[in-house]
């Protein structure tokens, strides 16, 4: 690119030749050049173009040189001031003055790259610049990099006789180097770079001392520029970084989802650190080897989900060792895995990897792969970075992986839960409204409908069942049309296996339809769990996913999903949920829903196939023996002594029937437990120290728990400032007799007597004082250090050594006989002799029924009896009292609670009429 005429204007040549004698010249004053005629947000050619125009009649003589780089230093100065510039369109401008300075015919700005140890050119001008802009030479290498080595400028005068100098790039710029002016670019005594200018075209074409010394100020200011600008954008990056990392605290708990969280943290991620590719891996539960859960950038579907054995790649040393590593070209490196590029068509050139670590526990790691921006290359900086938002990370990945797994165990306790209620019973009726009502439990639906096949009617299902609803509408225009959708689901299904015979091989696919969200799609968009090819799928259920997104259009649903429930005999029924919110099933619930159509179609199958006893011909024997028995013919037979003996024995069982009463105790097996106080949060806050450990007996008072109160306290300082401001400010306007200021102030300043007292009440809490002697019984109560807490958490439990309470275990059948107040007696398997529970009663009863052996078919129900130790004295009238301190938590025995005393016959009514009424009415 040849240099601009506007440096070597013919005005500044006319200029030069028509001055007045050097005795005129002489006599003048070296004066500034007017500045007036560029602004500070002239563009560079206006800046470099005004140096020719203006203040040149001055220049001639001995001091033209001296004048024309005074002009110079001002246009610099001028364009340093220019804020609108970018650092190297600026650094372009100032090597355009500088060859018009020292009349070269270009020049180049070369900056050093200490982490690859080379110089490369960023700005060029003259011929050939576009050659030279762009590349890269070794430290220490050319004319160049001999100046950056030595920190000191050089003047090559013939370029041909020194050995520095390399032709390379005049060969591809078609371009002679003559010579060379170069000056490193000097920061605190380090150079960051170099300025280079070539060819002097000046009657003169050697480039003098002077050139240099003008060159070396020239280069110093620009090092002190490009240096400040480095800086501003460094702390621009620091400032977006901490922007970022203190928002990376509530972002992270806005979700306990462990997908959405780990999304979040990459997005993140990439944001800091700029990069093309990001992923998260964490190690199996096995141990045997490491998983990719969450990836971003244009590999994420092929890397999502692919595992890695133990220490293999990156990701396995890192795990492996538990440190952070960078690497700036993984080809090189021999723990790189080039099997997993080939496998997802992607080049891996240079990553950071950090380990998530939890108390140095190694859960995983994060991966991030090539840098963008032309430094592709990440550094020492970036590493640290990565290693301290892993570590901000981390604990959040494994809280949100123990909610995961311990969400997932209650959605299978609740699965089991509800197969165990819905295969319970036998009736038709109670299965269908268990099935629609209780499946709510794991997956959140709207309404559930269950059909059956109509009786008589092969292929044809009546709608039987909907979710919260004892009867089907059958007037409803919507239960009409989802009847009609059940149908045509059956028929296509039984279209497709009967009459093709390889879907037939496959008819499980064809199962169940799942529309994640209707108004996505133009049409709907119908999958068939497990189909290895959906839009065959779709082609085969065209009909029923018309009318299925018809239905959701209608009544504003999104999401749907049906299946229809079979077995070896055929179907049983069509189970379907609906939902105004996308996305009702998702991963998780998918592994949940086979075990809840399997149960529920074992569960319809055996209450269609269960037959009523024939309790009609029972009842008929039963009749006509009583009626041969009682009849006048058959009593005429029997001898009176024998009729009035029978009568007798009868009518004395009818007597104690209804009048004879027994004490109809409850026994049941007791446990000793202790009394425990659980002390809760009062602030929202974060664990700073905990005093005490599980197991440790601590007094009334002994401080437990430290919760950071550092913010509270600040604020508290800046409001009792404030507070005696606006107190100050009162008292004034009062005064003054400012009526209506005064009455403000005196709102503001009871204002800020309120929020005083809720900091100081919050500052108060953040320690946690134990409320009574006892012992810690909290587990894990070191995973607590350092944690977030909300208002009302659980923090801490402390077992009371002063109180204990004997449980009984009520089973199901006896509760109603059990109420408060009722006399206790119990003894103990560690002291078999000795009996308890003089004076004792029963305090409370739960509510919730507890199975206590997974085996035990038995509910149970708690009675408990609360017994304090300090009030028992061993001089009370009752021995059992006495022997109460031999009683420790966790002893079990045998106990009996006294319950009223019953007539038998109510008794026995009570429970026969229990009996027929669960038997043959529900």
Known sequence: MALKKRFTPKQIQTSLTTQTSDQDTSSKKIERPSLSIVSSASPITTITSAITSENHTQIQGSDEHLKKKLVCYHRINELYQNENLQMYELMKGVLEILAYGVCAEGGSLWIYNQNKNNITCKVAIGPGSNTVEGITIPFGKGIVGWVQENKRSTIVNDTSNDERFSNTN????????????????????????????????????????????????????????????????????????????????????????????????????IFILGAEVSSIWLEEESQCGNECFAASGPTKDKVLG???????????????????????????????????????????????????????????????????????????????????????????????????????????????????????TLDLDAVLMSIVNLSSQIIPYDEAACSIEKLGKDSVFELRAQTNKEKVDRENNKNINLEMIHNLFVKEYLKHTTNNRQQANNKEELLQIYIADATTANTAIAESAGSADPSKQMEKQTEISKEIYKYLIENNLKSFWIHILQDDQGAVGIFSMESVAA?????????????????????????????????????????????????????????????????????????????????????????????????????????????VKEGQFVKKGTLLINLNSTDSQIELKQKEYQWQRVRTEMLKAKSEQKISDYKIKEKEFFSLNYEIELLERKIKFSKVYAMNDGVITSDKLNDLQGMPVNYGQELIKIADMNKIYVQFQVPEKDILAVRVNQEIKFKVYGGPLSSFGDGLKIESLSGEGTQVLEQDKNRYYMARSLIDLQKMHPNTNSTANSNFSALKAGMTGRGKIYTDWQAIGPSIAKFAARYLMMEFIF
């Open 170 to 269: 005049d060969i591809k710029s078609k371009f002679q180097t003559t010579s060379i002016l170069a000056a490193p670019l000097l920061y605190n005594s380090e150079s960051i770079g170099v300025l280079e200018l070539v060819n002097r075209k000046d009657v003169d074409p050697h480039f003098s001392e002077t050139d240099r010394h003008f060159l070396d100020d020239l280069a110093t200011i620009a090092a002190m520029h490009i240096q400040s600008s480095r800086t501003k954008k460094h702390n621009e990056t620091i400032m977006t970084r901490m922007k970022t990392f203190a928002e990376l605290h509530e972002s992270f708990c806005s979700t306990m989802d462990m997908q959405e969280l780990l999304n979040l943290i990459l997005e993140k991620a």
């Open 306 to 424: 692919l595992k890695l054995k133990k220490g293999v790649g990156f990701i396995g040393w890192v795990i492996d060792n538990k440190k952070p590593i960078i690497v700036e070209d993984c080809s090189k490196d021999n723990r790189f895995s080039e099997s997993v590029d080939k496998k997802i068509k992607f080049a891996t050139k240079t990553m950071l990897a950090a380990p998530l670590l939890v108390k140095d526990e190694c859960i995983g790691a994060i991966q991030i792969i090539n840098k963008k921006g032309s430094d592709n290359l990440f550094n020492n900086d970036d590493l640290d970075l990565l290693n301290l938002f892993a570590s901000n990370s981390a604990m959040y990945i494994k809280n949100a992986r123990l909610f995961t797994a311990e969400k997932k165990a209650k959605e299978l306790s609740a699965l089991v839960k509800i197969s165990k209620d819905i295969t319970s």
């Open 583 to 691: 996305n009702l099933i998702n991963s998780n619930k998918q592994e949940l829903l086979p075990l809840l159509v399997s149960q529920s179609t074992v569960a319809l199958r055996n209450a269609q196939l269960y037959t009523t006893i024939p309790s009609n011909d029972i009842l008929n024997n039963v009749k006509n023996n009583v009626t041969k028995c009682f009849s006048y013919e058959y009593l005429q037979t029997v001898p009176k002594k024998k009729l009035i003996a029978v009568s007798t024995a009868i009518i004395s069982l009818v007597i104690a029937f209804f009048f004879l009463k027994l004490p109809i105790n409850v026994d049941t097996d007791i446990e000793i437990l202790p009394v425990v106080n659980i002390h809760y949060a009062q602030v929202k806050s974060n664990v700073e120290k905990i005093h």
